[in-house]
């Protein structure tokens, strides 16, 4: 099995999650998300096989998120304009992803990467 991870370069955590992959010898295709940002296509069909809320799907502690004050504004958002939003720019999703055929990991948490690669 061959998973997709997306990942931005530069940071930390997504280093040791690629590091960790290969450590454990799991295939994937890597995917700068910052240069080829999710589309809103993607982000649906990622959500829905996640079974995790779509506010996982932000990240929350990056300096776009901040500067957009999404913290006040996406819960009286609909989901579309969120997919929307998620869309335009990678530096919003949270990061990293794994995306398997019937799997969605957001975040690096070894212990779940573990159940569901290993």
């Known amino acids: ?3 997709l991870f997306l990942e931005y370069p530069p940071c930390s955590t997504c ?3 690629r590091k960790w992959l290969e450590e454990h010898q799991i295939s994937f295709t890597a ?3 910052k240069e080829d940002n999710p ?3 993607e ?5 829905k096989k996640s079974g995790l809320p ?9 300096l776009v998120y901040k500067n957009l004050s999404l913290k006040d504004k996406l819960p009286q958002m609909a989901e579309e304009e969120q997919y929307r939003l998620l869309a335009t ?13 019937d799997f969605v990991l957001v975040g ?3 212990k779940e990467w573990e159940d569901r690669l290993m």
Do not use: Q, Y
């Not at 990678?90 to 398997?100: S, T």
């Open 15 to 17: 280093k040791k999650a």
């Open 1 to 3: 099995m061959t998973v």
């Open 89 to 101: 720019d990678g530096m919003l999703v949270k990061r990293p992803l794994v995306i398997g055929t």
């Open 54 to 62: 779509l506010k996982r799907f932000f990240n929350t502690s990056g």
């Open 108 to 110: 690096f948490k070894e």
């Open 39 to 41: 589309t809103e296509e």
């Open 31 to 33: 995917r700068h998300i």
């Open 43 to 47: 982000l649906k069909e990622w959500h």
